[in-house]
Structure formats: C-alpha cells, structure tokens
C-alpha cells in the first residue's frame, strides 16, 4: 500500500520564494531552540520487554564520531576504533563474541552497527556519543548514563530499520542534492560552527544542483533528490519521528522538471511535514526502487558513498532488537 501525501496545490514563484525564506528563518530560530528540546521520549515503543543478563556486551567507540565517557566499562569488552580499521569488520568481529553489540559514535557509526546486529541476530546498544544523535534521541537515550541503564536493566524493544543499495541506515538515505550539502557541510565543520556551515552547504548546494536521470519504479525522471526516511518524518528539519515501528518509509521526490524555484522547494522539504512545493512529492511505502543514469552519491546517516545502476531502498520491519530506557 502506497500513500500519497504530497500537497499539489500550485502557488506563485513570488509566495513560493516567500515561503522559502520564512522557512529558512524558521530554520534558524529551530537551530537555536533545539539545546531545549524536552527530555520526554520522542517515539513511543510497543513491546517493550525487560530480561536482566542478556549476555555478554561488547562496545566498540568510534574516536572520530564520538566517545564513551560516562559509561563504567566494568563487565562490557570495550573496542576502540584504530585509524584506517573498518568499522563493520570490527563490529562483525564482535559479534562473534557477544550477545550484544554497543557502539559509541555518531549517527552514521549507529547505523553500521544496526547493520550488523540486525544481520548477526543481536541485540544493539546504542552509547550517545557522537557528533549527531538522532537515533539515540528517538529511542530516549539522551546521556551515556541512560544507555548504562538500559544495558543494565535488559530493556529491549524491536524497531525497523531501512536500507539502500544493501547499506543499512537507521534515519534517512538520500540521492541527489542532500548528499552534495552533506559533504559540503563536513568540509567546512571543522574552522564554522555546525549550523553555519549547514546553512552556507545548502546555498552552494543549491546554485551548482543540477539534477538527476533517474527511473523510479520504471517512471522517468528528472529529479533533485529522492529522500527515503525509515518510518514518517512530521518535524522540522526531516529530524523528527512518531514511530520506528511502522515498517515504512517516508519518500520524497524533488522533481527537477521545468523551472524551480530551488531555495523555497529545498527548504520547503527540510522543514514543512509533507512538503510544500507543487515539485515535491511524498508517499509512504515499503519499498522504492530508483535506477541512474549515472553515478550519484547516496547520503545515509550522515555518511557519504557512490552508488551506481539501480539503488533499491527497503524498509525491514522490526528486524532490529535495541536496547531502550524505561518509559518518562
């Protein structure tokens, strides 16, 4: 079943240019309230179950997208990240000695780590260490204590994961411009703030787009992005989420046909719940598939590769078992 949730309703460059700047002002008053943001869980879980000494737990920390200060590594093999080592090899590695597998780094460590858990049957902890949490943040885990509490107490709950091209992601993957502004975004992070840089990405990003040959699901396209999140998104930013245990995802296509007013549409995807652009469309489904013309970079969890041929996203329903703090 695929529903559409797209808003067709044709507007004026002028009002659509207008909404895009009130939305990239919105924007940035979001990215000064978000250190406010409420400690109450965002997504709620279903099935939750609590079973004390699930087995041996293993943590591999990942230097370059966080730390595990907080957590008292007392009973738990703990594995830090050498230089130039692959993360999944090490967390299959690990997963050959331990019941559970932890991981204390950003969303993209998170999302490798899912992977292999969902792959190996185990069970993932999710140490919020990073640079980006979001996933940590949808599960409750706000602070490594949380996570120490969780493992402790033996609280799980399963949660669906996506995945694109065979890569698995826990928020989001994308083709086209977002993946541009994510590398963009990374080059100047470390001499601008993070949110500067975002802003300055998106408007580089937006001048030299051009957009993609595609076919999705067998319909050609020309197209700007094409967005799959692991359930829906309803906030601002394309952070927030309701559920993780819908078994959907939550596409979006920003069309690159005729003349588009960029700056409105691209913002109009990144911070309105169903868009707001006649050239934005979205649907929520179980599976997409997209074939290129040519190479494209796929964004997934804020990680960057070349994809090439068809690139099919999927979700895969509560195929993920994960370690959860007890109810606020």
Known sequence: ?????????????????????????????????????????????????????????????????????????????????????????????????????????????????????CERDRVLWVVPGGTLNHFARDLGLRTPEDAQEALAAGRTAEVDMGEAAGIGFVNNASLGVYGDLVRRREAMEHRLPKRLALLIAAARTLRTAEPLGVEIDGERRRVYLVFAGNNSYTGAGLTARESLQEGCLD??????????????????????????????????????????????HLAHDGEVREVSGEVRFRSRPRCLRVLVPAPA
């Not at 008292?72 to 993360?87: H, I, N, T, W």
């Not at 979006?252 to 309105?272: F, Y």
């Open 1 to 117: 079943m695929v529903r559409d949730l797209s808003r067709s309703a044709p507007r004026s460059r002028r009002a659509l240019l207008g909404s895009g700047l009130a939305a990239l002002a919105a924007a940035g008053a979001l990215a000064a309230r978000r250190r406010h943001v409420s400690d109450a869980r965002i997504v709620e879980l279903d099935g939750v179950t609590e079973s004390p000494g699930l087995g041996p737990a293993g943590l591999v920390v990942n230097p370059g997208g966080g730390s595990a200060d907080g957590v008292d590594p007392d009973g738990v093999r703990v594995r830090e990240l050498a230089e130039g080592e692959d993360l999944v090899e090490v967390l299959g590695a690990l997963a050959d000695e331990v019941a559970v597998i932890g991981v204390a780094g950003g969303d993209g460590s998170v999302g490798c780590a899912a992977q292999v858990a």
């Open 251 to 296: 596409v979006r296509v920003l069309s690159g046909e005729g003349r588009l007013p960029r700056t409105s549409a691209l913002w109009a995807i990144l911070t309105s719940p169903h868009g707001g652009s006649r050239w934005l469309t979205q649907t929520l489904r179980s599976e997409v598939t997209v074939r290129l013309d040519q190479p494209a």
